[in-house]
């Protein structure tokens, strides 16, 4: 059995920093593909950074130099160190594995940004 557990969701004000964490288990970790994205309420989800499987990162572009994804493979777990938050980075972050045509999600964790 697949699971993706986050967790380190939490409500900072605006400029403060956030790291959370995905748990996986119930896959090869280390060859998978993996992922945050993001929903924030009305919207749809959006990727936010993904890191492959040789460790090279893609940052959607609202994000670049704030937040930074890593993994520790010995650990079966991704990073997301999210810095100088703003209020529209408001949203529930999903974790996500993917590996050709196979992919499972996370339960999700809240992120709020306000004042």
């Known amino acids: 059995q697949v699971q993706l557990v986050e967790s380190g969701g939490d409500l900072v004000q605006p400029g403060g920093s956030l790291r959370l964490s995905c748990a996986a288990s119930?896959?090869?970790?280390?060859?998978?593909?993996m992922g945050w994205y993001r929903q924030a309420p009305g919207k749809q989800r959006e990727l936010v950074a993904l890191?492959?499987?040789?460790?090279?990162?893609n940052y959607v572009d609202s994000v670049e130099g704030r937040f930074i994804i890593s993994r520790d493979n010995a650990k079966n777990t991704v990073y997301l160190a999210m810095n100088s938050l703003k209020p529209e980075d408001t949203a529930v972050y999903y974790c996500?594995?993917?590996?050709?045509?196979?992919?499972?999600w996370g339960q999700g964790t809240q992120v709020t940004v306000s004042s």
């Open positions: 996500n594995a993917y590996r050709g045509a196979l992919g499972y």
């Open positions: 119930g896959i090869i970790f280390s060859i998978y593909t």
């Open positions: 890191i492959t499987s040789g460790g090279s990162a």
